[in-house]
């Protein structure tokens, strides 16, 4: 049994993007649930294109309001843009304003999330409209990097 301040603490999702040397691209999406949800409440992070989504051009995992995420389908949206020649952080941002623009909860307050992209060139991005979002990354040839805060640069 789970006192009631763990079943308050943070579980936090997991995402992962990849492109292989065959230039293949795969995302993934865990999620630790939400508290307080009822049972058998299935959220995004399982749904293709709302909690991940690749195809040929590129990979995203999101996470944030699974509600929020699963009615405008944000990591298949946010593929959608960079497939069109946008650049991945630029559809990051642009669709999680999407998501806060058209999804309200009862009492009015924004759908807040994140989500990370890679694009089929190797280029990749995130947004995020929580206060923080954890992420990192690594390329051949390069250093791994990580970053926390909204102003950590990678």
């Known amino acids: 049994l789970q006192s009631e301040s763990e079943e308050d603490a943070p579980r936090g999702t997991v995402g992962c993007v990849a492109l292989d040397q065959a230039g293949r691209l795969a995302a993934a999406t865990s999620t630790g649930g939400s508290p307080r949800t009822r049972a058998g409440r ?21 996470t944030g309001w699974g509600e929020s995420i699963l009615t ?7 593929c959608a843009g960079v497939g069109a020649g946008f650049d991945p952080g630029a559809c ?14 009862r ?13 089929a060139d190797g280029r990749g991005g995130w947004g995020f409209t929580t206060s923080r979002m954890a992420r990192g990354g690594w390329a051949q040839g390069h250093h791994p990097w990580s970053a926390v805060d909204p102003f950590s640069e990678a």
């Open 42 to 62: 299935i959220g995004d992070a399982p749904i293709v294109g709302a909690g991940f989504f690749a195809d040929g051009a590129a990979a995203a995992s999101s």
């Open 72 to 78: 405008v389908q944000l990591a298949a949206r946010t």
């Open 92 to 105: 990051a941002g642009r669709e999680l304003d999407v998501m806060n623009e058209r999804v309200r909860w």
């Open 107 to 119: 009492n009015e307050m924004a759908s807040t999330g994140g989500v990370i992209v890679l694009g």
